[in-house]
């Protein structure tokens, strides 16, 4: 499985994005997609995830009521879309799948995750 992320940018606060991660390879239909970021000396963090068979979703406390995960089917695709952005959102941001049927309780570990795609930075400027 191969990701591709895109739709990162420079943007103002209170800005909108779209990030989008496309899947190629077999995937799972029980896979959860989720997006991590993470700064410059600090460990990935996770954002939100989406479970790709149910639309089930899990948002940090960080980005809940801004940020709306979503994914297209027929397209592989997941989505992120972040509304009223704030300057402490800049990260880098990671798509990432998993390869298989996961529990609740580890959607949110960056280790539960097996695919990652390859980054896309998004810089939120005051």
């Known amino acids: 499985v191969q990701l591709q992320a895109c739709g990162g940018g420079l943007v103002q606060a209170g800005d909108s994005l779209r990030l989008s991660c496309a899947a190629s390879?077999?995937?799972?239909?029980?896979?959860?997609v989720a997006w991590f970021r993470r700064n410059p000396g600090k460990e990935r963090e996770f954002v939100a995830t989406?479970?790709?068979?149910?639309?089930?979703?899990l948002y940090a406390d960080s980005v809940k009521g801004r940020f709306t995960i979503s994914r297209e089917k027929d397209k592989n695709t997941a989505y992120l879309q972040m509304n009223t952005l704030k300057p402490e959102d800049t990260a880098i941001y990671y798509c990432?799948?998993?390869?298989?049927?996961?529990?609740?309780?580890?959607?949110?570990?960056?280790?539960?995750?097996?695919?990652w795609g390859q980054g896309t930075q998004v810089t939120v400027s005051s």
């Open positions: 990432a799948w998993t390869g298989r049927r996961i529990i609740t309780s580890r959607r949110r570990d960056v280790n539960a995750y097996d695919y």
């Open positions: 390879g077999r995937t799972s239909r029980d896979s959860d």
């Open positions: 989406i479970n790709w068979a149910s639309g089930y979703t």
